[in-house]
């Protein structure tokens, strides 16, 4: 979905607004990721989505798991959900059996 909506975006000429954000991302530059993804207003759903896990997956990369864990509610959609569970997943060793277990059921679900 989120694809898709950035290769439509891109067919009718508009500018990608998560360039910057992606490209800070795959750079390593993670906390111009978070800075570029704060500002940015999201023209829909779907690029509000792939901001947040960029964003989220930046605050994993820099080690502060304590941020997703606060910020990601039990309302956010399943994507972000998903980097909820890796930063709790990299937090708290002794839960990682329990957490892979919780991946696996909402897989097979």
């Known amino acids: 979905v989120v694809q898709k909506e950035i290769s439509n975006c891109k067919m009718a000429g ?31 759903a779907a690029v509000a989505v792939e901001r947040d896990v960029l964003m989220y997956r930046a605050y994993i990369a820099q080690h502060k798991y304590a941020v997703v ?8 959609p399943a994507e972000v959900q998903a980097v909820r569970l890796l930063a709790e997943y990299l937090q708290k060793p002794s839960r990682r059996e329990a957490i892979l277990r919780e991946v696996e059921s909402k897989l097979t679900s």
């Open 14 to 44: 508009e500018v990608d607004v998560l360039f910057e954000v992606r490209n800070a991302f795959f750079l390593g530059n993670y906390q111009h990721c978070i800075t570029e993804a704060q500002k940015i207003k999201p023209p829909s």
């Open 69 to 76: 864990l606060d910020e990601v509610k039990p309302s956010s």
